[in-house]
């Protein structure tokens, strides 16, 4: 039996989880990387999330990625593809690392600007987490933690990411953080 979709408060613990991930990632990609960010909800204090860290690997340009996806591969990661975000390779975590979503991404190509200006954008804006958050909470108790519910889930919040996206753009175009 499939239960409901889990999103909890934001857990100070997060960001440990996170340094944890990249101290692992680090040593095998540190000669390819140009950083290795922090993305998503769990990246943005106050936040309601899924308890899974979203880690963006950002390197400088597409040339990297066959080294890349080749390195993560000999560390046990699956390459998912893009999942139809062009620009962002996904990889499945291995069994037993903790359960977190891995991308690799150009540096200021569209799918890192969209994570990290987002993340921003919201670290700087507690009335739009809290409206975030609320739409989360509200979605996660209607959606199964099945494939299907995990898709309308993302399916039911995605108007309000792109607005807030196309909000951290605007923000930083007027110079705001």
Known sequence: MTGMIVVGD????????????????APHVADLAVSIEHVGSTAVPGCAAKPIIDLDIVVAEDA????????????????????????????????????HHLYSVV???RPHLDHVL?????RQRPDEVRRYSALKVALAQ???????????????????????????YVARAAGEP
């Open 142 to 168: 209607r959606f199964r933690a099945d494939s299907q519910g995990r898709r309308d889930y993302s399916r039911a919040k995605s108007a309000l990411v792109e607005e807030l996206v196309a909000k951290s």
């Open 118 to 122: 987002l993340r921003d954008y919201l």
């Open 10 to 25: 934001y857990d100070p613990r997060w960001p440990e989880r996170f340094e944890d991930l990249r101290e692992r990632l």
């Open 64 to 99: 990297t990625m066959p080294a890349l996806i080749s390195r993560l591969s000999e560390q046990g990661y699956r390459h998912e593809g893009d999942l139809g975000i062009p620009g962002r390779d996904a990889f499945q975590a291995p069994p037993a690392a903790p359960e």
């Open 107 to 109: 540096k200021g190509s």
